[in-house]
């Protein structure tokens, strides 16, 4: 484990310590000002995926994100990449050929009052095959700088520039 990985770690613990869970075990962060989530720009030849939210999410709703999910259980951030990029847009492990991880940042969004602690993580893949779930209602592959073209969650071009670099 390096020492991003620990570092990610610590900050989950003291969230699993001091926040309520849900049955399944994992962290409840609606009542929390500050939640920690993981952000994976998925990547196939010079092009990047970008995913519109659905209106069945709880915010971002008809923005422009990649794939992305709480930090919610204390395990290797890997294995939270692997699980959302298989539970999003159907991708098994078995089409990933590499992983960045980058530092993770922070910043406040105050239209929703809510702190997050963003891990941006870039994805290549094997094949190109997508299959949306629910959280998502359409996908275009674009290259880095047509993002500024969206209409993106917040801060989603610092993530891309973090994991590009």
């Known amino acids: 484990m390096d020492k ?3 570092r990610l770690l610590e900050i989950l613990k003291k969230f699993n ?6 049955p399944d075990g994992r962290i409840n962060y609606s009542s929390s000002k500050v939640a920690p989530v993981i952000t994976v720009f998925v990547k196939y030849k010079d092009k990047i995926l970008l995913l ?3 209106d069945k999410v709880s915010t971002y709703k008809g923005k422009w994100n990649t794939v992305a999910g709480y930090l919610d259980e204390l395990r290797p951030v890997e294995e939270k990449i692997f699980e959302e ?9 078995d ?3 590499s992983i960045i991880l980058s530092d993770p940042f922070e910043f ?3 239209r929703i009052a809510k702190e997050w602690i963003v891990t941006p993580a870039l994805v290549e ?3 190109p095959e997508i299959k949306l779930n629910w959280e998502h209602t359409e996908y275009k592959w674009i290259t880095p700088r047509e993002i500024r073209n969206f209409e993106t969650v917040p801060n989603l071009d610092q993530s891309l520039k973090k994991v590009l670099r």
């Open 17 to 22: 310590e001091t926040l309520p869970k849900f």
């Open 95 to 97: 089409n990933i050929s």
């Open 85 to 93: 990029l298989k539970e999003e847009i159907g991708v098994e492990k």
């Open 108 to 110: 406040k969004d105050e």
């Open 4 to 6: 991003m990985e620990k």
């Open 52 to 54: 519109k939210r659905s």
């Open 125 to 127: 893949l094997r094949r």
